[in-house]
């Protein structure tokens, strides 16, 4: 199954699609995840220094023997690391990746001491030698854009950031102002947020059909449901854990359903067709 890609200021083209190496497989040997992820179709990966765990993320690559022209590598600079050794550390990641290059460098986290255009500069001669094709930033504010754009020689292509519906409104203006100055594409991270995460205040991760389960006991009802499936019964069950919605999540929800009228049984309850 092939990935649609969208065209970066550079001219280059990503998939629109990545498997990250961070978060779950954080520290944690990636190969398996990798090759499993190149076979079932996906050419984007989204790797990083700070993950600690790139020669796996080279064996996984390795291991799918996929030709390295289908796939777009990205790797991204260790928080901390000082301008000059901007270079060297690419060099161990590739060495560690087994690649000549990769398709995208990101700083990972802007350094907020000054040091940032410097770091941009770096990040400019790396891509100059042809290291890393495109180059850009993450987690960058649009101040820290400001602090780079000025005196870049190369606009970052990217800005990886944490984008769902939860942090939209904080977001859009870094988003907009990204696009209004040099064309650069937002990459997100932590998109299933509000599915797998924002609802989670226990150890335990909250489903969708518990969220809903919650709405509708919170509105006053109790909930008739079925299955056939053992392990969809205990998720049922388990919504006595999960810990109620706020005001805020009941009314996102309210709003959310209130777009449409759709309902899915008997018509004489709502008088409509
Ligand atoms: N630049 C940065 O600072 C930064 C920060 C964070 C992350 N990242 C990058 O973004 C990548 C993805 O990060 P993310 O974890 O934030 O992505 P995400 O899309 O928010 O979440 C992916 C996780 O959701 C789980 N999941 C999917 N559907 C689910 C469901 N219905 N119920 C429960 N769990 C479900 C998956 O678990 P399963 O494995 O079980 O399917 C997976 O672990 C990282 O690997 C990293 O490369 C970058």
């Known amino acids: 199954m092939s990935v649609p890609t969208i065209k970066l200021n550079d001219g280059s083209e990503v998939p629109v699609i990545a498997i990250g190496t961070g978060t779950a497989l954080f520290g944690r040997d990636c190969a398996n ?4 992820a190149i076979e079932c179709g996906v050419t984007h990966l989204d790797g ?3 993950y600690g765990n790139e020669a796996s993320l080279g064996a996984g690559i ?9 796939l777009y590598v990205v790797t991204k600079l260790k928080p901390g690391t000082k301008a000059a050794d901007v270079k ?8 560690k990746l087994g690649l000549d290059f990769v398709d995208l460098f990101l700083i ?30 993450s987690n960058f504010t649009v101040d820290d854009l400001k ?5 870049a020689k190369v606009i970052p ?26 064309g650069i594409t937002c990459s997100s991270f932590g998109g299933l947020s509000p599915l797998i995460r924002a609802p989670r205040r226990t150890r335990r991760p909250v489903t969708p059909a518990q969220v809903l389960f919650k709405w509708i ?22 919504v006595s854990h999960v810990p109620d919605l706020t005001a805020e999540e009941i009314q996102a929800i309210d709003n959310a359903g209130a777009k449409q009228h759709k309902r899915f049984f008997g018509k004489q309850i709502f008088g409509d067709s």
């Open 88 to 95: 060297s550390s690419l060099v161990d990641s590739l060495n």
């Open 157 to 182: 292509s990217v800005n990886q950031l944490e984008i769902h519906p939860y942090v939209w409104k904080a977001v859009e203006p870094i988003v907009k102002y990204g696009r209004e100055n040099g």
């Open 147 to 151: 602090a780079i754009l000025p005196r």
């Open 48 to 50: 990083a220094q700070a």
């Open 33 to 36: 995840a990798i090759q499993l």
């Open 62 to 70: 390795k291991a799918a023997g996929k030709p390295r022209s289908d």
């Open 108 to 137: 990972h986290t802007p350094s907020r001491d000054g040091t940032v255009q410097e770091i941009w500069q770096a990040m400019e001669a790396v891509h100059a030698e042809g290291l890393a094709k495109s180059i850009g930033v």
């Open 217 to 238: 006991l919170q509105k006053g009802a109790f909930v008739v449901t079925t299955s056939s499936k053992e392990a969809r019964i205990k998720e049922y069950l388990e």
